[in-house]
């Protein structure tokens, strides 16, 4: 049997979504004075301009999020996207588990961001194999993992049935939203 469209909850639906959803974007703004363009080291996001005016556009599956130089921009962008797929706006104070606090001092903008909830919740799936004592590092200095050559042991299989690679993907999306300092921690854990 074949699928001509992706159904929610397979592992490729995301997926096949995220490759229509970006062929809209960018067939349909690349035309009527538009000029768009996915960026290299990040896919998910878009730089778009028209009138000399920019936007920026950050993709994650079926949530965006614009940030633009023009009002009228966003409101075209949110018009044409709601054509194709039915959108709703929601405030921009929390996006994807990311808290966000936006103030101003003496012409100067600044954004506070958290991930309380997420962690919170990383911590208690976790709760078990959460170590008593209080760490101040990511990881030890210098330390460097890598995988054995050595058939996968007992005790590797007990690691991935706790859910390791759960636990690394979640500290992943922690690192990359607010904890950039816990990348090359999570990198060496990537790895193995």
């Not at 067939?27 to 028209?50: A, Q, T, V």
């Not at 330390?143 to 390791?164: M, P, T, W």
Request: positive net charge; aromatic residues 10%.
């Amino acid at each position: 049997m074949i699928l001509h469209r992706s159904l929610y909850g397979l592992p490729n639906a995301g997926r096949q979504f995220t490759q229509k959803r970006d062929k809209f974007i960018l067939e349909e703004f690349n035309k009527d004075g538009w000029s768009c363009k996915r960026c290299i080291m990040d896919p998910c996001m878009f730089h778009l301009s028209k009138d000399d005016k920019r936007t920026w556009m950050l993709c994650y599956v079926d949530d965006l999020d614009c940030a633009s130089e023009c009002k009228e921009h966003l409101e075209e962008i949110y018009k044409t996207m709601d054509k194709a797929w039915k959108c709703k706006e929601v405030p921009g104070t929390f996006m994807l588990g990311v808290k966000r606090t936006r103030s101003e001092a003496n012409g100067t903008r600044t954004m506070h961001m958290t991930m309380a909830a997420y962690i919170e919740g990383m911590y208690n799936a976790f709760l078990s194999h959460v170590p008593k004592k209080t760490l101040h590092t990511p990881c030890e200095p210098n330390i460097l993992l890598h995988l054995s050559k050595d058939e996968i042991s007992e005790e590797n299989r007990q690691v991935l049935k706790r859910g390791y690679q759960s636990a690394v993907g979640m500290l992943l999306w922690a690192s990359r939203g607010v904890y950039p300092q816990s990348l090359y921690t999570v990198q060496q854990l990537k790895k193995v």
